[in-house]
């Protein structure tokens, strides 16, 4: 017998998490101090972002430099599959958590879509048989450079990248969960969606 074929949708920080991975993230794996006095110098791009001056991509760039630029990418490996190994589980929201699993046991395929490093999401992901469509970061001679390869996996691009994944006229159901602007191209592709879920 053949089944409906049915996805499911994830956005990922603020939706199946309750914190920002990039942040979380950073802190842990720069130190304190370091972030603190980065967050201070990078004030300025990121203001800029937020009221639409400097592009989400550019100013996200900004970041990744200041704090990863030249990074090994063996060692930025070993940091991302600590965090979510040891942080990632933590932030978790709980309903969120229960969704996932009772949309495994209907046999749904369940994908991440984020803005966020492909890098510390797909280490836990896998844990849980779980695809991810994310953002990618440029490696060069084994070192990152501070820039995405590509765009940066939010708005339209979400949906671009399901498109290069996913034939989407073969799925009987599409449900998306989400709780920015950016996730709203993925809720007209979806058949159901859910803005801001899991806050109980």
């Not at 980065?38 to 972002?49: D, H, N, R, T």
């Not at 400097?54 to 090994?72: G, P, V, W």
């Not at 699993?101 to 992901?125: G, K, L, T």
């Amino acid at each position: 017998m053949d089944f409906p074929k049915k996805v499911v949708l994830f956005d990922f920080d603020g939706t199946l998490t309750s914190k920002d991975t990039l942040f979380v993230f950073t802190r842990q794996t720069v130190g304190i101090f370091r972030f603190l006095t980065g967050m201070v110098i990078l004030f300025l791009p990121m203001a800029l972002q937020k009221t639409g001056l400097l592009s989400a991509h550019k100013a996200k760039e900004f970041f990744l430099s200041f704090f990863f630029k030249n990074q090994r990418l063996s060692v930025f490996t070993e940091s991302c599959d600590r965090f979510a190994k040891e942080v990632l589980p933590s932030i978790i929201r709980k309903g969120a958590l229960e969704a996932l699993r009772d949309y495994q046991n209907q046999s749904y395929r369940i994908i991440i879509v984020s803005a966020s490093a492909e890098n510390w999401i797909i280490p836990w992901a896998n844990t849980m048989g779980i695809e991810v469509i994310a953002s990618q970061l440029e490696i060069k001679e084994e070192l990152l450079t501070g820039r995405l390869a590509g765009e940066n996996c939010n708005g339209k691009e979400k949906v671009n990248r399901i498109r290069k994944l996913l034939n989407i006229s073969e799925y009987e159901e599409i449900v998306a969960y989400g709780d920015s602007a950016g996730d709203q191209p993925m809720f007209e592709l979806a058949h159901r969606h859910f803005y801001k879920p899991f806050r109980t």
